[in-house]
Every structure is written in C-alpha cells, then in structure tokens.
C-alpha cells in the first residue's frame, strides 16, 4: 500500500492545551521532527514521557515519529492511548484519525474504519477523515471481491489441471496404440519371411476370407482409437498534528 495513497495531513502542535513539565524534550523532540530526523525526535519525546509518563503531547507526538519510521504497531499503541482518554472532542478526534491511518498503513483495514468512524463522531466536518474512510471502506470492497474471485480461480485451475491429464492420457494410450499397430505389422511381415522359407501351406477360400475379415476389423478398430485419442487431445490505496 502506498503511503501516497491517503491524507497526510499534521495539525501544528505549536498550540499546547496540555502540562509543560517535559517541554524542553518536547520542543527538541519537535526540532529534530520538522528537520525528518524521526529516530532522534522519538528519544526526545520518549524522555519527555520519562518525566511525565501521562503527557498526551508527548505522547501523541511520540505516536506521530514512530508513524513516520513505518512503526505502525507502536505507533498505533501511542494514538490509541490518546484517542481513549482525551476528553477534548477535536484532539480526540485527531487521535482516532491517526489510529486509522496507524492500522490501514499495517493492513488491519476493519480497525482503521472504525477508527475513522469514532473520529467522524468527534468531528463529523473532518474532510480529510471523511476521505480516509471512503478509502478504507472502498479497500474492504476490493479485498472482499479478491477472497470472492479466489475460489474460482482455483476451481479453474483445477478443470486445466484435469484436462491436461486426460490429455496426457489420450497421447499415451495413442503411443501404445500406434506400438500395437507397429508390432501387428512386424508379426505379419515376420509371418511373410517364414511362409517364403517355408513350404507353402494350403489355405481353404473360406478360411483366407475369415483372415483377411480379421485383419480388416483389427485395422479398423485400431483407427478408431487413434482418431479418438486425436480428438481428445484437440478438446484441452494523513496524519494530523495536535
């Protein structure tokens, strides 16, 4: 999935509506986040947090750095913290979107959406939430449709599979009909070498017209099979600041 793909959108955190106890790891925290050095602004907030266990902005921004280092999992457990013990509907509401793009981006598509949604009853004129849930729920339709498509895929893999081997069958009874044939005519030829070496033997009319029917029904038998086994083988898709 394409990060690209949904809104990316931070809210500044230059407004604190929380404690400062751990502002000065805080403040670092959000220098080295706006140069992108996303590994040194999580030991910042992660000593802030050191200092005041329970402050959300460290927490949420926290949340914010392990995002961006694709620390989804992690990123997620710092958003849910937030989203469930913030009383303020608007920050509780970025929380929940951020859970939601946490989750999509970790493929857990049926906890984004409703992550989305507990952000959407927060702040129900959020347009970037509402965007990021159409996305989510329009994936869920897609990967609904694949599960669907895949057993038929393999329904027909299974019919190819199956005609292939009645191929393979067909040409093989073909070969060892055709060596039947083969060794027939090497018997008969072989019969016509030892009837020149030896003494004419006297056949009766009837029974020279008994062989030679005989012979025709075998020939003919043999052909049907070969243009059987011939027909056989013919039919084979924004994540906010506080």
């Known amino acids: 999935m394409k990060k690209t793909a949904f809104i ?26 706006a140069g992108e050095k996303y590994a040194d602004s999580e030991t910042a907030y992660r000593k802030a947090l050191v200092n005041e266990p329970q402050n959300p902005k460290a927490t949420f921004n926290l949340g914010d750095a392990l995002y961006r280092q694709e620390k989804f999992d992690e990123a997620t457990g710092q958003f849910e913290s937030i989203a ?40 129900p004129a959020d347009l970037d939430t509402k965007y990021n849930l159409a996305f989510a729920q329009n994936l869920k339709k897609q990967q609904q449709q694949q599960q669907k498509q895949q057993p038929q895929d393999q329904n027909g893999e299974d019919k190819e599979g199956d005609q292939k081997d009645k191929q393979d069958q067909d040409q093989k009874d073909q070969q060892n009909q055709q060596q039947e044939q083969k060794d027939k005519q090497g018997e008969q030829k072989d019969q016509q070498t030892d009837q020149q070496k030896s003494p004419p033997v006297k056949m009766s009319k009837e029974d020279a017209k008994r062989l030679l029917e005989a012979l025709a029904n075998d020939e003919k038998k043999v052909q049907e099979k070969v243009k059987k086994a011939k027909a056989a083988a013919v039919r084979t898709r924004s994540i906010k600041d506080w």
């Open 8 to 33: 990316l959108l931070f809210i500044s955190l230059s407004a604190c509506l929380w404690g400062q106890p751990a502002r000065k790891e805080i403040r670092q925290g959000n220098r080295h986040y």
């Open 84 to 123: 469930q013990r913030e009383t303020n509907n608007i920050n509780s509401s970025k929380a929940f979107h951020n859970l939601g793009n946490a989750q999509l981006q970790a493929g857990k598509i049926d906890e984004s959406i409703s992550s989305y949604k507990e952000a959407l009853r927060r702040n």
